[in-house]
């Protein structure tokens, strides 16, 4: 890739933030961005069209995530390399990213220098996603699971209602059950999650996907 120029698709539902990324990436001697899209629906008729050889991807769409736009892209180009750039830095995240045959997953606070940088390596058959992160992600992808599969589904119930912002007392209403009881599941929760606080426990249920 070193003696012809990168095609870079974008796709991001920000538009703001889709012009910076255009600006920038078209700054440089070796890149040129072919097209730029805002959704899932759009992005495989603009890879098929266009044939990039790097799609940035936001991992959040209005009408999906970066890891449906890449399966989508995959079927009519399968040579097309995937960057996620996101806002979330969550293992579901970088999962999903993996499970997708991304070649990269950079955080948007990253300087604009990094996100060249990729393009460059990942373009060059290079990736981002280290072994040893692979190996460290499906551990913690172990550890998440087991603890989800610890949880009863009453205990689910209620820390989805005090994620909602229910107390104590309300969701013992909603439920049909005792203060008590709600109490116990509380304590339970938090020792199967390892926290100590509702909020800790509310936080957890998002890593582990439990609660949107």
Do not use: C, W
């Amino acid at each position: 890739m070193t003696d012809k120029t990168i095609r870079v698709l974008i796709i991001e539902d920000h538009q703001i933030v889709a012009d910076g990324l255009t600006a920038l990436l078209n700054d440089q001697r070796d890149m040129t961005v072919v097209g730029n899209v805002g959704s899932v629906a759009e992005s495989a008729p603009a890879a098929s069209e266009l044939s990039p050889d790097v799609v940035l991807v936001d991992f959040r769409l209005n009408d999906g995530t970066g890891a449906d736009a890449a399966a989508a892209i995959r079927r009519v180009n399968p040579s097309a390399r995937h960057i996620f750039l996101t806002r979330e830095d969550s293992d579901v995240a970088r999962f999903a990213a993996l499970e997708s045959g991304a070649s990269g997953f950079i955080h948007k606070s990253k300087a604009a220098s990094e996100v060249v940088d990729a393009i460059r390596k990942v373009a060059s058959g290079g990736t981002l996603i280290t072994p040893t992160a692979i190996a460290a992600l499906l551990n913690r992808r172990r550890e998440s699971e087991s603890q989800r599969e610890s949880l009863t589904a009453r205990e689910k119930e209620v820390l989805r209602l005090m994620a909602e912002g229910l107390p104590s007392r309300e969701i013992a209403t909603k439920l049909g059950i005792s203060y008590a009881t709600v109490r116990t599941h509380i304590r339970s929760l938090g020792a199967k999650l390892g926290v100590h606080s509702k909020v800790q426990a509310i936080v957890k249920a998002r890593e582990l996907a439990l609660i949107d």
